[in-house]
T-cell receptor, first 112, second 117 residues
Framework: ELKVEQNPLFLSMQEGKNYTIYCNYSTTSDRLYWYRQDPGKSLESLFVLLSNGAVKQEGRLMASLDTKARLSTLHITAAVHDLSATYFC????????????FGKGTKLTVNP | EPEVTQTPSHQVTQMGQEVILRCVPISNHLYFYWYRQILGQKVEFLVSFYNNEISEKSEIFDDQFSVERPDGSNFTLKIRSTKLEDSAMYFCASIRDRNPTYQETQYFGPGTRLLVL
């Protein structure tokens, strides 16, 4: 059974600081997603990572994928309050987006 | 920008009652999904649907659950006899193409919050 582990589960940081969220998964996969969820809201797609070594950046967020280590990272640069949300990684083990297996999420709080 | 829509946004029901959750996927999408999220927990896959039939379902998706695409636009999830533990946020999602080389992502609807009393 595929397991997707995120850490940390809770992250409180100050504005302007950098931090990394980690996502480990237990089965071979070439496709990994990062989603953002605001309280009571739906899931917003942030990144799709398709291959080993893939790196994508959008604003203050940068995601990478190492399929050999079965690890993805979401790096936050110079955090701002608007980034406060829960971030989920999700793994597609069947290469065709049949179903996504989600991590437990990382609740990020950025304090002024 | 096209989006997945879901109705109702909230539903309160009594245990044992039937509920139908409705979704309108993005119009040119071909693959449809239901997920649920119990409050404060992770998102869990329920079922995927393509070409008018179920492609895959999870252990959660037992005989009490069914899905249907009654017309060209709606995609529904029915729970025949609700239980307390069915209380959750239910998300519909859709994707245009599942080709592994495409930069496609599943687009999620806003969710239906179901409360079973």
């Amino acid at each position: 059974e595929l397991k997707v582990e995120q850490n940390p589960l809770f992250l409180s940081m100050q504005e302007g600081k950098n931090y990394t969220i980690y996502c480990n998964y237990s089965t071979t996969s070439d496709r990994l997603y990062w989603y953002r969820q605001d309280p009571g809201k739906s899931l917003e797609s942030l990144f799709v990572l398709l291959s080993n070594g893939a790196v994508k950046q959008e604003g203050r967020l940068m995601a990478s994928l190492d399929t050999k280590a079965r690890l993805s990272t979401l790096h936050i640069t110079a955090a701002v309050h608007d980034l406060s949300a829960t971030y989920f990684c999700a793994v597609d083990i069947q290469g065709g987006s049949e179903k996504l297996v989600f991590g437990k999420g990382t609740k990020l709080t950025v304090n002024p | 920008e096209p989006e997945v829509t879901q109705t109702p946004s909230h539903q309160v029901t009594q245990m044992g009652q039937e509920v139908i959750l409705r979704c309108v996927p993005i119009s040119n999408h071909l693959y449809f999904y239901w997920y649920r999220q119990i409050l404060g927990q992770k998102v869990e896959f329920l079922v995927s649907f393509y070409n008018n039939e179920i492609s895959e379902k999870s252990e959660i998706f037992d005989d009490q659950f069914s899905v249907e695409r009654p017309d060209g636009s709606n995609f529904t999830l029915k729970i025949r006899s609700t239980k307390l533990e069915d209380s959750a946020m239910y998300f519909c999602a859709s994707i245009r193409d599942r080709n592994p080389t495409y930069q496609e992502t599943q687009y999620f609807g806003p969710g239906t919050r179901l409360l079973v009393l």
